[in-house]
Structure formats: C-alpha cells, structure tokens
C-alpha cells in the first residue's frame, strides 16, 4: 500500500516521504495513529506541504545538530512528579514532559516527538534519554525525577 508519511517514523522515513508499506502495518498502525495517510492523487498535492512544515521545524545540517547536542548535554533537567512513599509515581513520565522540562532548564526548544525513552519512567531518580536531533546526531540528556 502506497502511503504519504505525516511524521517521521523510525526505519521508515521522515514526514512528507511517500512509501511503500505492507497493508496492515498501514492500515492498523500508521494510518490510525496519524503517522500517515493514504496516498492519492489529491493527497500529493498535501506532500508539498508538509515538506515545507518539516523545513521549518528540521534541523538543517549536522554542524546545527552538534551545536544544539552540546546545549542539550550541558543542561541539567530536573523534573518534579506526583509519587508514592516507595518512590513509584502515578503514571509515568512522557516525552512531552520531557520536552518541557528541557525548555524550562533554559535548554533549546525539542519537539517531543524527537525525544526517545528507552523503557518507561516510572520511578524517581536519574534517567538517560536521547534526542534524535539529525539522522546522524542523537544527545543523551540525563533527566532527575523528583517528587513534587
């Protein structure tokens, strides 16, 4: 099934990009979570516009990357949560969480779908987390889970 990426997917490509994929992994995973839509002939006209939105919000070459992966290493992200007397929270933290934290730390602006965690935090304490800024360049940021 040919379909028209809205994000950027891991393996797959970036937002904009037309693929190719198996009908399943489309039909139950992409298109119902808004990573993409069906291609059509109508909806090329849509790739355009999403291409000059990704530019906007891309990154644009790898020295750009690398200047905003020393900003990110140098901040320290702290980030206060709800939890219990044996350090568990209620819930977990999210990447949109994270996202902000760091803008709040005085770090640079990081979309939370560039924010990557590994297993889900559900405990206070350090964590590492990577942001994918570039295809080539990913920041590990430790993040400090304290109770609010």
Do not use: C
């Not at 949109?96 to 779908?113: E, F, L, M």
């Amino acid at each position: 099934m040919k379909i028209i990426l809205t994000h950027e997917v891991s393996g797959l490509g970036t937002a904009g990009d037309v693929v190719d994929v198996r009908d399943g992994y489309a039909r139950n995973y992409l298109v119902p979570r808004g990573f993409a839509i069906r291609w059509t002939k109508g909806g090329e006209k849509d790739v355009e516009q999403i291409r000059r939105g990704r530019k906007i919000r891309e990154i644009a070459s790898v020295e750009q990357a690398n200047e905003v992966k020393g900003q990110l290493e140098g901040v320290k992200v702290q980030l206060a949560v709800r939890a219990g007397d044996a350090g568990r929270l209620f819930g977990s933290v999210t990447q949109a969480d994270i996202a902000s934290a760091i803008k709040a730390a005085g770090g640079p602006d990081v979309d939370k779908r560039r924010v990557e965690v590994g297993s889900p935090i559900k405990t206070l304490g350090a964590h590492q987390v990577s942001v994918r800024l570039h295809a080539e360049v990913v920041a590990n940021v430790g993040v400090e889970v304290v109770a609010a």
